[in-house]
Structures are given as structure tokens and as C-alpha cells.
């Protein structure tokens, strides 16, 4: 009579395969947690393929989601930091002082949203949202290190900006 018993080598190796392609599927999975926004997606916006962290909120801070690309020199970055307020209208209108009168309309993006220049420092270009869905504030910045990037020129980060408000405002509804 044959013995189908299974040895207990041929177990363990079964045992340590299928652990081996548990680890590799929970390994497979983005790293990046941003509830707004895909890794894909933020590569598009800004060019080239992102690596993305997400910080959630805490206390008084805002949840923030950060997608950079480094190359040759110089940063490509979007940003996403989204807060819960009781006075949402206030304040977005606070930050959305900073635009001045450079401020332009997002129309058909969450609440009041608007956009303007964001240039940082050191002649970076950049992009700047804001906007408010109900009791929650988003500002989204896309910015460059490289003055001339031939990627996000002024035009082309007004039409990123407007396409990344899309996408944050409609995954806050």
C-alpha cells in the first residue's frame, strides 16, 4: 500500500512558499497612503514618476501628501494638504489671501476654489489651489526648482493645477 502522506519537508515548503508570496503581495502594495491622489496620477502632474508619503493628520495639523521627483539637480513637487475646519469659508479666504490679487477662479472645483502663481524662492516656478469642500480646506502646490523646466511651464502648470483640483475636490465629496 502506497503512503499519499505528504512528507514533512515537502510541508515546510509549502508552508514557506506560500509565506514568501504573502510577503511579496503585502510588498507590492504602494507605500504611499494619500487618500486623494495615486502615485500615477501625481507622475502625470508633474512630469515624471513621483515617489509620494502621506502624513495624516494630528492634532491642529493637516493631513499632507507630498509627491517628489529628483533629478539632475533639481525637484519637482506636488503637494496636497487637506484640513477639517468648522469655518471652512474663513478659512480658505486666510490662505487664499496669500494669491493676492493674482487670485483666478477654478470654476466647477469644490467650493470657491481659486489658483494663482506659487513661485517659492530662488526663482522656483510654481502653482498654488485652493479650494473647500463642505468643512474641509485643500491646497494643492506644484512646484519646480528648475526657473526654465520644459515640462511645467507656466501654461502647463496651469493646466496641471486646475486637472490635480479636479481630482483632490471630487475624492473630498
Avoid at 510541508?11 to 486623494?36: D, E, Q, T, Y
Avoid at 478659512?91 to 467650493?111: D, E
Wanted: aromatic content about 4%; charged content about 15%.
Amino acid at each position: 500500500m502506497a503512503n499519499n502522506a505528504p512528507r514533512p519537508t515537502r510541508i515546510r515548503f509549502i508552508v514557506a512558499a506560500l509565506l514568501c508570496l504573502v510577503g511579496l503581495s503585502s510588498a507590492a502594495h504602494a507605500a504611499n497612503g494619500c487618500p486623494w491622489l495615486t502615485e500615477a496620477t501625481a507622475s502625470g502632474l508633474i512630469g515624471a514618476e513621483a515617489v509620494g508619503s502621506f502624513t495624516a493628520p494630528s492634532g491642529a495639523q493637516p493631513a499632507v501628501c507630498t509627491f517628489a521627483q529628483r533629478s539632475d539637480g533639481m525637484t519637482r513637487t506636488l503637494t496636497i494638504t487637506v484640513e477639517l475646519t468648522t469655518d471652512a469659508h474663513t478659512r480658505m479666504s486666510s490662505i487664499a489671501r496669500a494669491c493676492g490679487a493674482g487670485a483666478a477662479t477654478l470654476n466647477a472645483i469644490g467650493n470657491e476654489a481659486v489658483y494663482c502663481a506659487a513661485d517659492l524662492r530662488r526663482g522656483e516656478l510654481g502653482e498654488r489651489a485652493i479650494g473647500r469642500v463642505r468643512n474641509q480646506v485643500f491646497t494643492i502646490d506644484i512646484n519646480s526648482t528648475l526657473k526654465d523646466d520644459p515640462i511645467l511651464t507656466r501654461d502647463a502648470l496651469k493646466a496641471r493645477i486646475y486637472t490635480a483640483a479636479e481630482q483632490v475636490a471630487g475624492n473630498l465629496f
